[in-house]
């Protein structure tokens, strides 16, 4: 196997790049504190930020879940592919541009905008994906995937660090990040994403397809539910994606409500709880590529199923953060951001070169569909469950053995098991694609 990429791996690889400046500033860090800026101006007590929040991720999850799979299945068409990837991922960077427009307790707007951003996002993340099968035999689908995450995470910490360089020189008082800091912020990253569009654009071309058709939305429809039969024959491709939708579900909620928990459970203030996000964008970077290199001689699964069992941990700690002594909070979140840092990039980036593996290349845009349904429609689960813990439990805690838990961690604690059921689910996965290979 030839360790230099070519050029269309790279251009596919710097897409990685410009996108995870949006994971980054708005989905983890920099909105999440611009909404709970804005909803406290606006009256909301922390509890209701908390709910609205999850709550808002849930609907943006819910949202691309109900049309990826038909967006999928419609790409696969010739020449399709490149231009939906392009429309939603200008509607991403054009919704994050718009931010700017968001007055100070306009939560609402703010709220609306953000479920739109998503949704470009996450649409030409489908495509992006499926491009993968285009870009690389499956032979390198590890190394490659791998690559884009890894570069993805150290690449966003430039916008980053130059969105908190402008913030705290000229946007920052003693009441945290001004609303201009926050708009340079909003619009760095639109502006990195797109400059990091381009190369995909310029040299990356659908290769593998099928032919155009003459009625293409009846036949996308008729080809969708021949998938859906499809999938349930293929034990491996089943098996996969009902693994992945559980223990996903853990990834991206902790990815999408860590700074508001660290907000609410320890206390840091804004400038610590961002410099802990970078470090942990920085720990990603080797972490994903080291995560690459040991799927070669260890094996993916094995792989997927280390960084889960490290989630597995990272949640048990969390959910104990509020029985711990008041002197250890801040550390033990710190081992969590570490923690995150280590597994994050790894169990996605295996997760979607496996899926790869198992999907014929002329359909990849159709069952990466399905891989983003599954995966985004499990990440209404877990961001829903901490919203409906905390405002059930709201000024309750409950006691047991010598420990407590609010509404908060409990609804953290939760996402253990779709821990432990999603990585026994992929063993079985795994097993019957060795079956299907004997």
């Not at 989630?311 to 951001?337: D, K, R």
Request: hydrophobic share 55%; no cysteine; proline share 3%.
């Amino acid at each position: 196997m030839s360790n230099a990429f070519t050029k269309t791996e790279r251009s596919w690889v710097v897409y990685d790049v410009g996108n995870s400046a949006f994971a980054l500033i708005i989905s983890t860090t920099i909105y999440t504190i611009f909404f709970n800026t804005i909803s406290q101006r606006a009256g909301l007590a922390p509890e209701d930020s908390t709910t609205a929040i999850g709550l808002i991720n849930a609907a943006a999850f819910l949202l691309i879940s109900i049309i990826s799979p038909l967006l999928g299945t419609f790409a696969d068409y010739q020449g399709n592919k490149k231009k939906l990837f392009s429309v939603f991922a200008f509607l991403g960077i054009i919704s994050v541009t718009s931010m700017i427009l968001v007055g100070d307790t306009q939560w609402l707007l703010a709220a609306v905008i953000y479920n739109i951003a998503m949704l470009g996002f996450a649409g030409a993340n489908i495509f992006y994906n499926a491009f993968l099968l285009d870009v690389s035999p499956k032979d390198r689908l590890d190394k490659v995937s791998a690559a884009g995450f890894a570069w993805g995470y150290i690449g966003s910490t430039i916008p980053f660090v130059i969105a908190l360089g402008i913030i705290f020189a000229f946007f920052k008082n003693d009441d945290g990040i001004t609303m201009m800091g926050f708009a340079s912020a909003f619009l760095i990253t639109a502006v990195w994403w797109l400059i990091f569009t381009v190369p995909l654009l310029k040299n990356v071309e659908q290769k593998y397809g099928i032919p155009p058709s003459t009625t293409p939305l009846k036949d996308t429809w008729r080809r969708l539910a021949q998938t859906v039969a499809k999938i349930k024959q293929q034990r491996a491709i089943y098996l996969f994606l009902i693994g992945y939708f559980l223990y996903i579900d853990g990834v991206d909620t902790i990815i999408v409500m860590a700074m508001d928990f660290g907000m609410k459970n320890s206390t840091m203030g804004q400038v610590d709880l961002v410099l802990i996000v970078l470090a942990i964008q920085i720990i990603a970077w080797p972490s994903t590529l080291l995560y690459g290199r040991l799927s070669e001689s260890l094996g993916t699964r094995t792989m997927i199923l280390f960084g889960i069992a490290t989630y597995g941990v990272i949640t048990l700690v969390a959910a104990l953060m509020e029985s711990m002594p008041s002197s250890w909070i801040n550390g033990a979140f710190i081992l969590l951001a570490v923690l995150i840092g280590t597994a994050q990039g790894g169990v996605q980036s295996l997760s979607r070169s496996y899926f790869g593996s198992l999907i014929p290349p002329e359909q990849s845009a159709e069952f990466f569909g399905f891989f983003n349904i599954f995966g985004k429609f499990a990440a209404i689960l877990g961001p829903a469950l901490i919203a409906l813990f905390t405002y059930f439990m709201k000024g309750h805690v409950l006691a047991f053995a010598g420990l407590q838990f609010t509404g908060y961690s409990l609804g953290v604690l939760s996402l253990m098991v779709f821990f432990i059921v999603g990585g026994v689910v992929l063993v079985m996965a795994d097993r019957e694609a060795k079956k299907d290979l004997a």
